[in-house]
């Protein structure tokens, strides 16, 4: 089962900032928190992912609690193009196996 | 990186009959996965494909119906066998991670099956 509870939608204007939340609560030491997107009709996406401290990128930024309990990504300039569905995953980096998937978030970005 | 090619993008079958599924990725990997995507839901992993020995199917998946070969370390098959309309999915292929220093998993484009 996923380790990972996220909501099931959220709409943000175009332009602005998407911050989607995601609950870990079990999260162990080990184990990192990647996140990955599905656009309509493709294969998932590699985001970004981290430890315990915040990560940026060239796509995102990740922002993770002290406790590690919970984490944000944020897509500071929301396009069109970013309506997808947005997963957060943990798992120990490094690790071989396959990705467990949750729900994930369906983020609709409007004109 | 990965790239992954995957074929077909796309196919409607007539149910009873067979459809194999091929993941070709421009590097050698240990490990390939095969997940199904059901109509509005998340991805479910269908098994792990390692070169040299037997698939490892999950729970609610058997050989008999998701029958998967692994010749090489960049070349998979999923056969989806006596398709019904509730086979009708998103069929992926993907690599990773795993290893040090790799990081993300990579997927193919996927392959939409409707079975009628």
């Known amino acids: 089962d996923a380790k990972t509870t996220q909501p099931p939608s959220m709409d943000c204007a175009e332009g602005r900032a998407a911050n989607l939340p995601c609950n870990h609560s079990?999260?162990?030491?080990?184990?990192?928190v990647y996140w990955y997107r599905q656009i309509h009709s493709q294969g998932p996406q590699y985001i970004i992912h981290?430890?315990?401290n915040n990560e940026t990128n060239e796509m995102a930024s990740l922002i993770i609690t002290e406790d590690r309990k919970s984490s944000t990504l944020i897509l500071p300039h929301a396009t069109l193009r970013d309506t997808a569905v947005y997963y957060c995953i943990v798992r120990e980096r490094g690790s071989q196996g396959n990705l467990i998937f949750g729900k994930g978030t369906k983020l609709s970005v409007k004109p | 990186s990965a790239v992954i090619s995957q074929k077909p993008s796309r196919d409607i079958c007539q149910r009873g009959t067979s459809l194999t599924i091929q993941c070709q990725v421009d590097?050698?990997?240990?490990?390939m996965f095969w997940y199904r995507q059901q109509p509005g839901q998340s991805l479910t992993l269908i098994a792990t494909?390692?070169?040299?020995?037997?698939?490892?199917?999950e729970s609610g998946f058997v050989i008999d119906k998701f029958p998967i070969s692994r010749p090489n370390l960049t070349f998979s098959t999923l056969t989806v066998s006596n398709m019904s309309p509730e086979d009708s999915s998103i069929y992926l292929c993907?690599?990773?991670?795993?290893?040090?220093?790799?990081?993300?998993?990579?997927f193919g484009q996927g392959t939409r099956l409707t079975v009628v």
């Open positions: 590097s050698q990997v240990t490990m």
């Open positions: 981290g430890l315990k």
């Open positions: 494909a390692n070169q040299g020995s037997e698939a490892t199917y």
């Open positions: 079990t999260i162990s030491g080990n184990e990192y």
């Open positions: 993907s690599v990773g991670p795993g290893g040090a220093g790799n990081t993300e998993a990579f």
